[in-house]
């Protein structure tokens, strides 16, 4: 979906330049048509052989629109947040294809994903799973409940963003598990239907996905033995994508075969929770230049969006291709290119080789669709920015750049 015509970055039929002079920088940008081909691909790799629910990981990237798109495709969602309920609701998403993550669920939350009927709760603790159960009874109700294990793979993949290992905070010891199961079992108002797990994200080994598939298997035949019937199987998201032109992540097709082929002897529904490779490639941050120079030898490029806009590289020294969107020159510069944010590690690239840049010359950041603008904050005082869909030969904005009154407006008693 993006190509270059005359010198100019296009994403589908419009420019980078129509996009910036509209909705002015910094600013993010998002393929729709890129968006559908992510999410159909899941659907071929993994509906040919099964009736797979693909819950959206709404935390990924969590604009009405883009909720919306994957909601006209049949897609579910995984939520973790009231807010993010809040959203669904808008869009009035199905409540049955509807699953609700995260190891701190409020009783709020819980009581308003209770009256909205989703389809189950993830339990991370014996805790949570007693609280569910007596905000249940208040409502007369029966909660779904699945139980999220942490299976202790190790995904290889930034520390961070690794969630199933022994030592993380997430899930419980899979070894503790049959007897969460039996509590459960007791309990009048949770229905333990579900197991669960998550493994972290931007994961490329396909063999750690089947390790913790595995390992939920055995789970689920010793359920079986203690007549403890499980119906659906939620095996979390994960899968990695490109960011670097050497990035070789595993094809959605390929995933998918490799745990259909674990799940064929499996009498149950198969959910599973993408958030990055449905959104990431599908989403670009466009900035401009403002500032060039030279330091003790390295070459600044001062550009006007910042960590507060794109957290990723400060946070986990994450790479992001960065390009000149307009050029007619093959001479290189290395270029350092950071932010306005009054800190050293308000960098989006170090050593990006591009043409030489001047003030309000376009840079398109790559693969920004997930966890970009949704990890975007005010730090500095500044507002958040648009964020616009393309659409083949048309652009909307989809949200509107924050002003700086919309900032300041919950600030009180200051006189
Ligand atoms: C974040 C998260 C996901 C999505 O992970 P990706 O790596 O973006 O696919 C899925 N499930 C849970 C429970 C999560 O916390």
Redesign the pocket.
């Known amino acids: 979906m993006l190509r270059t015509k005359n010198n100019q970055l296009y994403i589908e039929d419009i420019s980078i330049e129509e996009i910036a002079k509209k909705y002015s920088t910094p600013c993010y940008v998002y393929s729709k048509s890129s968006l559908i081909k992510e999410f159909k691909e899941y659907q071929t790799a993994f509906n040919m052989k099964k009736d797979v629910l693909v ?1 959206y ?1 709404v ?2 990237s969590s604009n009405l629109k883009i909720l919306n798109i994957f909601k006209e495709l049949g897609a579910g969602f ?1 939520i ?1 947040s009231l807010g993010e309920l809040e959203r669904l609701k808008r869009i009035n998403a199905d409540p049955s294809k509807i699953v609700f ?2 190891v701190a669920k409020s009783d709020e939350e819980i009581a308003e994903s209770l009256k909205y009927g989703i389809l189950f709760f ?1 339990v991370e603790s014996l805790d949570e799973m007693e609280n569910i159960n007596f905000i249940a009874s208040k409502q007369n109700k029966i909660a779904n409940i699945s139980i ?1 294990v942490n299976p202790d793979i190790d995904p290889k993949t930034h520390p961070y ?1 690794s ?1 199933g290992l022994k030592t993380s905070k ?1 899930g419980i010891d899979i070894n503790q598990s049959v007897n969460v199961y039996e509590k459960a079992a007791n309990l009048k108002n949770v229905n333990p239907i579900g197991i ?1 797990a ?1 493994i ?4 490329f080994d396909i063999g750690s996905f089947v390790d913790s598939l595995e390992r939920l298997i055995d789970l689920y035949n010793n359920l079986k033995e203690n007549n403890i019937k499980i119906t659906h199987f939620d095996i ?5 994508i490109k960011y670097s032109d050497d990035d070789m992540p595993p094809t959605k097709k390929e995933f998918a075969s490799s745990i259909l082929n674990k799940f064929k002897d499996i009498d149950c529904s198969l959910i599973i ?6 959104v ?1 490639n599908a989403g670009f941050l466009v900035t401009s230049a403002q500032y060039e120079k030279n330091n003790y030898g390295k070459h600044f490029l001062i550009v006007d969006a910042g960590m507060n806009d794109l957290l990723r590289p400060s946070l986990y020294n994450a790479y992001h291709k960065i390009e000149k969107v307009n050029s007619t020159t093959n001479e290189k510069i290395s270029y350092e290119i950071v932010g306005p944010i009054c800190e050293t590690g308000d960098v989006l690239g170090t050593n990006v080789q591009l043409p030489r840049c001047k003030k309000g010359d376009l840079l398109l950041i790559h693969s920004a669709g ?2 970009g603008q949704v990890m975007s904050s005010n730090y500095n005082t500044r507002p958040k920015v648009s964020e616009v869909l393309v659409d083949n030969n048309k652009h909307i904005s989809i949200r509107k750049r924050e002003t700086i009154n919309q900032m300041l407006e919950n600030e009180e008693n200051y006189e």
């Not at 972290?200 to 994961?203: D, N």
């Open positions: 819950c990981s935390k990924a995984d973790v993550s995260g993830n999220r963003i969630t997430f669960d998550h972290g994200s931007q994961i979390g998201g994960g899968l990695g929770e993408p958030g990055r490779s449905l990431g997930a966890y």
